[in-house]
T-cell receptor, first 113, second 110 residues
């Protein structure tokens, strides 16, 4: 069982470059989430999706865009990367809104120079 | 926004010791999650609870709604328990409203 898979695991970007992080889940979960984890801070929600074709803003959405064209995939895009977006990004999914356990990916470490 | 405080921030113990990690929050909640982040970075959900106590193997999670406090206990600790343990609380049942603590780094020495 793959669970939640994130690609890529590591990426280095220059300021102004764009990239997309892919999250794929094989558990038929409706809800998917993108978080960022920074030193000394708790996980913060960037965007989330309540089902195929839907997206919503979380706590720190600025500078990011997302899409959920297929139920199993949730993409996080950075159109013009900034050093402040250097972070570890986690994707998670849950069966429904709650209270259901979250299933996390392994994380993607992004460095913006 | 709910404030979540975890204590201690760091904990080092000998193998076999009984471990307690605490989580306090400021506003009444509907659900509390305990997560484990491995040294390699991956995050695993351990427990989700809204009242009482849950047990899984050597791990026990308790919550006191009135005192706005939860504890995660590990019995007979083992070096493989070394990880960061994260508490997250939700004002409603929606996972999109979770507030995460900064974690407790646990190191178990053989």
């Amino acid at each position: 069982n793959a669970g939640v898979t994130q690609t890529p695991k590591f990426r280095v970007l220059k300021t102004g470059q764009s990239m997309t992080l892919l999250c794929a889940q094989d558990m038929n979960h409706e809800y998917m989430y993108w978080y960022r984890q920074d030193p000394g801070m708790g996980l913060r929600l960037i965007h989330y999706s309540v089902g195929e074709g839907t997206t919503a803003k979380g706590e720190v959405p600025d500078g990011y865009n997302v899409s959920r064209l297929k139920k199993q995939n949730f993409l996080l895009g950075l159109e013009s990367a900034a050093p402040s977006q250097t972070s570890v990004y986690f994707c998670a999914s849950s069966y429904l809104r709650g209270p259901f356990s979250l299933f996390f990916g392994e994380g993607s470490r992004l460095t913006v120079l | 926004k709910n404030e979540v405080e975890q204590s201690p921030q760091n904990l080092t113990a000998q193998e076999g010791e009984f471990i307690t990690i605490n989580c306090s929050y400021s506003v009444g909640i509907s659900a509390l999650h305990w997560l484990q982040q491995h040294p390699g970075g991956g995050i695993v959900s351990l427990f989700m609870l809204s009242s009482g106590k849950k047990k899984h193997g050597r791990l026990i999670a308790t919550i006191n709604i009135q005192e706005k406090h939860s504890s995660l206990h590990i019995t007979a600790s083992h070096p493989r328990d070394s990880a960061v343990y994260i508490c997250a609380v939700g004002l409603n049942f929606g996972n999109e409203k979770l507030t995460f603590g900064t974690g407790t780094r646990l190191t178990i020495i053989p």
